[in-house]
């Protein structure tokens, strides 16, 4: 077992950036609560899914790893139970990442289509060195 909880922290080490994102996001998601709650909620769910199961398949994978020596598991069955789990794992996370672009997209306002800003004419040049840098006519003239 001690193997298995070693196995298990050297592979947290390898994902500590992501779980540490995972973790501050959590926290941002909170801290937004109350200025935005339906897309807080909807980052707080995907977040903690994805959080949840890094640690949960970090830990099986320990796990089925250490079981094969302990129970005397075959490689095929090791071999499917890690599959299953990496199936499981990435459905889970492409449920979690939905509901955080969700979130990114949910309760915007529509953009307004706003007239293009007219030029403003140019009455005299603002310096002399406007005509040495190759402004050879100056508007309405």
Same mark, same amino acid.
């Given at each position: 077992?001690?193997?298995?909880?070693?196995?298990?922290?050297?592979?947290?080490?390898? +994902?500590?950036?992501?779980?540490? $994102?995972?973790?501050?996001?959590?926290?941002?998601?909170?801290?937004?609560? %109350? %200025?935005?709650?339906?897309?807080?909620?909807?980052?707080?769910? /995907?977040?903690m899914?994805?959080?949840?199961? #890094?640690?949960?398949? #970090?830990?099986?994978?320990?796990?089925?790893? +250490?079981?094969?020596?302990?129970?005397?598991?075959?490689?095929q069955?090791? /071999?499917?139970?890690?599959?299953?789990?990496?199936?499981?794992?990435?459905?889970?996370?492409? $449920?979690?990442? #939905?509901?955080?672009l969700? $979130?990114?997209?949910?309760? %915007?306002? &529509?953009?307004?289509?706003?007239?293009?800003?007219?030029?403003?004419?140019?009455?005299?040049?603002?310096?002399?060195?406007?005509?040495?840098h /190759?402004? &050879? %006519?100056?508007?309405?003239?």
């Amino acid at each position: 077992m001690e193997y298995t909880f070693l196995f298990f922290l050297s592979q947290l080490v390898g +994902q500590a950036p992501m779980l540490l $994102a995972y973790v501050v996001g959590t926290i941002l998601a909170l801290v937004f609560w %109350r %200025r935005c709650p339906l897309p807080a909620k909807l980052t707080l769910l /995907g977040l903690m899914l994805l959080l949840i199961t #890094s640690l949960v398949q #970090s830990f099986l994978v320990s796990y089925f790893v +250490q079981a094969r020596v302990n129970f005397d598991w075959s490689h095929q069955t090791v /071999g499917l139970l890690m599959s299953v789990t990496g199936l499981v794992g990435s459905l889970i996370r492409a $449920a979690a990442f #939905s509901l955080i672009l969700i $979130a990114v997209f949910i309760g %915007r306002k &529509t953009a307004q289509v706003s007239s293009p800003i007219e030029a403003l004419p140019l009455m005299e040049p603002a310096s002399r060195g406007s005509f040495e840098h /190759g402004i &050879t %006519r100056l508007p309405g003239t």
